[in-house]
């Protein structure tokens, strides 16, 4: 009997740690749920169709007696494609004009067609632009060449952009003379995108 009741307390002894403490059922502590983090704001997507208005001024100078400078404005259409961070497009301007170039002759009006290349920055776009360009004026009929530039275009709202734009533009031989023209356009913008 002695040899069992010993056997009984070993067995007890050895177990008690297991049965020792709260009978009730062990504490599970939830895991702490960890807060996302913030998802940086997805840049517009250029892609589609644009049209528009911009007013500006313009500044017009040659090598011979062509001068002068006003207010320029028009209408613009387009269209842009969105590659990712880089956005390319091509377009249409049509400007309105009354420059005063000296000597009776005036700037009517300079028709474009550009191509521009961008640089989206969050929810505008870095770009330069280049093309054909077509000038008439009162006296000499219209003139081909070609312009250069820059601008800055921003998405305000899904639909509409506002940005700036500067084009330098280059006429040679104008009215089959030997008159270079140049002249620089500064224009406000403003479009609506489809």
Same mark, same amino acid.
């Given at each position: 009997?002695?040899?069992?009741?010993?056997?009984?307390?070993?067995?007890?002894?050895?177990?008690?740690?297991?049965?020792?403490?709260?009978?009730? $059922?062990?504490v599970?502590e939830?895991?702490v749920?960890v $807060?996302?983090a913030?998802v940086?704001?997805?840049?517009?997507?250029w &892609?589609?169709?644009y049209?528009?208005?911009?007013?500006g001024?313009?500044?017009?100078?040659?090598?011979?007696? %062509?001068?002068? !400078?006003?207010?320029?404005g028009?209408?613009?259409?387009?269209y !842009?494609?969105?590659?990712g961070s880089?956005?390319?497009?091509?377009?249409? !301007?049509?400007d309105?004009? !009354?420059i005063n %170039?000296?000597?009776? /002759?005036?700037?009517?009006?300079?028709?474009r067609?550009?191509l521009?290349?961008g640089?989206?920055?969050?929810?505008?776009?870095i770009?330069? &632009?280049?093309?054909?360009a077509?000038?008439? &004026?009162?006296? &000499?009929?219209s *003139?081909?060449?070609?312009?250069v530039?820059?601008?800055?275009?921003h998405?305000?709202?899904?639909?509409?952009?506002v940005?700036? *734009?500067?084009?330098?533009? *280059?006429?040679?031989?104008v009215?089959? /003379?030997? /008159?270079?023209? *140049?002249a620089?356009?500064?224009?406000?913008?403003?479009?609506?995108?489809?």
């Amino acid at each position: 009997m002695y040899k069992a009741l010993t056997t009984i307390a070993a067995g007890l002894a050895i177990t008690a740690p297991a049965y020792a403490g709260n009978i009730s $059922a062990p504490v599970v502590e939830q895991p702490v749920a960890v $807060a996302p983090a913030p998802v940086a704001p997805a840049s517009p997507d250029w &892609t589609g169709f644009y049209g528009g208005a911009q007013l500006g001024y313009g500044d017009v100078s040659s090598n011979g007696a %062509l001068n002068g !400078d006003d207010v320029i404005g028009g209408i613009s259409a387009g269209y !842009d494609y969105d590659l990712g961070s880089w956005v390319l497009g091509g377009g249409l !301007d049509y400007d309105f004009a !009354d420059i005063n %170039l000296g000597g009776g /002759t005036n700037l009517e009006n300079v028709f474009r067609a550009k191509l521009r290349a961008g640089y989206k920055v969050g929810n505008g776009l870095i770009y330069g &632009t280049g093309g054909y360009a077509q000038a008439d &004026t009162n006296t &000499t009929g219209s *003139e081909d060449g070609y312009f250069v530039g820059a601008g800055y275009e921003h998405m305000v709202s899904q639909n509409i952009s506002v940005g700036g *734009e500067a084009l330098y533009h *280059e006429f040679e031989n104008v009215g089959g /003379t030997t /008159t270079d023209v *140049e002249a620089m356009t500064y224009q406000a913008k403003v479009n609506f995108r489809f």
